[in-house]
């Protein structure tokens, strides 16, 4: 099944989208979601609560050719907000009242001009891994999106692990160089 066709399922509220999305791509999703969880129990809720997720936003989105891409994303921030929230129930439970206490009178800690500050950067980042030759860009995206260990990319590209590293270590560095030339604090 193509993915426009599963797509034009959630469109037309087929329960059957959910169950062909996650025929063609649940494995996919499952090693993303453990790749930010280590827990097969969480990474499956995660893909889970995606799934979900596309449900309610399929429609107005109709992602018929990114349709991979679009379950990813979902995924990614499902189980990177999982994982927060584990850690943040880990704080004491003392602090978490406090702060919530609290939360009605302090600032928020984001302004306008730090959120148009950090749509730049994401803007100047997507630039710059686009501009990236095909390997440098799909070992920098399968470590730094997908969360892929160095040796899982190695594996997946054919290459050493020496390169892996070698070709991350130089990325960064270049991104760095590049953030400071444009004037971000690094």
């Known amino acids: 099944m193509t993915d426009s066709e599963i797509v034009m399922r959630f469109i ?5 989208a959910v169950a062909s999305a996650r025929e063609k791509y649940g494995e996919r999703l499952m090693a993303l979601a453990k790749n930010i969880t280590g ?9 889970s609560d995606a799934l979900f997720t596309a449900w309610n ?3 107005p989105n109709e992602p018929h050719e990114y349709l991979l891409p679009y379950l990813c994303r979902i995924v990614r921030n499902t189980a990177v ?3 927060r929230a ?3 129930n880990k704080r004491s439970a003392a602090i978490v009242e406090l702060t919530h206490e609290l939360e009605e009178c302090l600032p928020s800690p984001a302004s306008v001009e730090d959120e148009a500050a950090g749509n730049e950067l994401k803007a100047f980042i997507a630039r710059f891994v686009e501009g990236l030759s095909e390997e440098k ?11 892929e260990s160095v040796e899982a990319i190695a594996k997946k590209r054919g290459i050493s692990l020496s ?8 990325t960064r560095k270049e991104l ?7 004037g971000y604090e690094v």
Not at 12 to 16: L, M
């Open 81 to 83: 907000s999982r994982m």
């Open 57 to 59: 936003s399929i429609p």
């Open 176 to 182: 760095k160089k590049l953030l400071e030339k444009n």
């Open 39 to 47: 827990d097969n129990g969480i990474a499956e809720e995660c893909v």
């Open 163 to 170: 390169k892996v590293k070698t070709l991350l270590h130089r």
């Open 86 to 88: 584990e850690r943040a």
């Open 137 to 147: 860009r799909s070992v920098f995206v399968l470590r730094y999106w997908y969360f």
């Open 12 to 16: 037309a509220r087929d329960e059957a």
